[in-house]
């Protein structure tokens, strides 16, 4: 029996030649031309007016909630069912998170619910694609156009996924990518603004630039560049870069070898859905996704706890999240929840993800599956 573990970070091989180009450029700061070719690699792929790259989607988001000037008291609707950093970047501009419960489908944010959860001081929306599947974006749209708000994507899980023919992080306003290493493209710690309003595209260099109006200087815009903003320092160094250009450059196949190991969870475990023993992802008709996680949604909590003992046991390392943001300690004193968080927590307390990364074989996801029938089929 082979150990199965959790997560494995994929290297295409060209990471360690590109960084050699970088130190022999002696440019290691960020901005350079490794910086360039990803931006310019991310803008052709989404179509958004403007990429950046970042040191981390979180650091994405944050720069997100400067553009969208969010002040002390403003509110931003967002699921409770996500990565704690949809919120927190809101929250350290003073900004309220307002909870809405998710699709029993999709595990995104129930677009049905948004408008309910509306008042005067919403500010903005932040639909989270999760596990690269789309949020219903144009029914956000409409609703975010009609109430004069912002929508900025997390889509943190969703490069090269698409919703109607449109990537992900390229619909709303703004959006976020992460390229940290449990992603589907990896630079260690990395991620991307896209700024699609392109109202926004001059505000958003000067932000990751420490509030200066150092990239006009490049382009000869300005004569000396000087602190003319808030902002902070939210751009990578090259090195980073280089890695994560070498992913780009086969980002196409990664995802096709991960669709491949997607595909094959799917199938073997169509029996169990079945029988009824568990719940399979739903991807629906217009959505393209990037395989970035396989899940299962079991039966209970004590369901779903006793089968993370047992696979680990049988050498298969699963893992579960989110605890709900609104139940957590920062989320009870910093958001509110509007109407019932249903879903959320059923979510919370019954979904396993499984084992996705690039060389896993068929045979991994057999071992994996077959334990999980051992272990929930009396
Ligand atoms: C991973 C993730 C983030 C954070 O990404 P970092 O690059 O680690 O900052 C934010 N939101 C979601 C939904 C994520 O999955």
């Known amino acids: ?81 996500t990565f704690v950093s949809t919120a927190n970047a809101f929250v350290l ?69 698409t919703y109607k023919g449109r990537p992900l992080g390229s619909i709303g306003h703004l959006g976020a990518y992460s390229f940290h290493e449990t992603k589907n493209i990896i630079a260690g710690e990395g991620g991307a603004l896209l700024v699609n309003d392109e109202h926004f595209a001059e505000r958003a260099e000067i932000i990751r630039e420490k509030g200066t109006n150092r990239s006009q200087l490049f382009r000869g815009q300005v004569d000396k560049y000087t602190w003319v903003d808030i902002g902070s320092s939210y751009l990578p160094g090259e090195i980073t870069a280089a890695f994560l250009w070498a992913q780009m450059e086969v980002a196409e196949a990664i995802t096709e070898k991960r669709l491949a190991i997607w595909k094959h ?50 050498g298969v390392n699963t893992v579960f999240h989110y605890v709900p943001l609104h139940s957590s300690l920062a989320g009870m004193r910093y958001g509110r929840v509007c109407g019932t968080m249903i879903n959320t927590i059923s979510v919370s307390d019954c979904l396993l993800r499984l084992p996705l990364w690039v060389g896993m074989g068929e045979m991994h996801i057999d071992q994996t599956a077959g334990a999980i029938k051992r272990t929930i089929c009396p």
């Open 265 to 314: 969870y799917h199938e073997v475990l169509a029996p169990l859905e079945t029988a009824g023993v568990l719940r399979r992802p739903i991807i629906p008709e217009d959505c393209r996704h990037n395989a970035h996680m396989y899940y299962i949604l079991l039966q209970s909590l004590e369901k779903r706890n006793e089968l993370i003992d047992r696979l680990q046991e049988q």
């Open 93 to 161: 501009r003073g900004g309220v998170p307002v909870f809405v419960d998710i699709r029993p489908d999709t595990l995104n944010i129930d677009e049905t619910l948004i408008e309910k959860a509306i008042t005067s001081r919403t500010k903005a929306i932040v639909p989270v694609h999760y596990a690269g599947v789309a949020c219903e974006m144009d029914v956000i749209m409409d609703i975010a156009k009609r109430h004069n708000l912002l929508v900025i994507e997390d889509a943190a899980q969703g490069i090269m996924s």
């Open 1 to 81: 029996m082979e150990f199965i573990p959790f997560n494995k970070p994929y290297m295409t091989g060209r990471e360690l030649s590109y960084i050699a180009q970088a130190h022999a450029n002696s440019h290691l700061s960020g901005d350079g031309n490794f910086t360039k070719k990803c931006n310019m690699w991310l803008e052709a792929l989404t179509g958004a007016h403007k990429a950046l790259l970042t040191h981390s989607c979180t650091a994405a988001l944050e720069t997100g909630a400067l553009l969208a000037d969010i002040q002390s008291g403003d509110e931003v609707i967002m699921p409770s069912y």
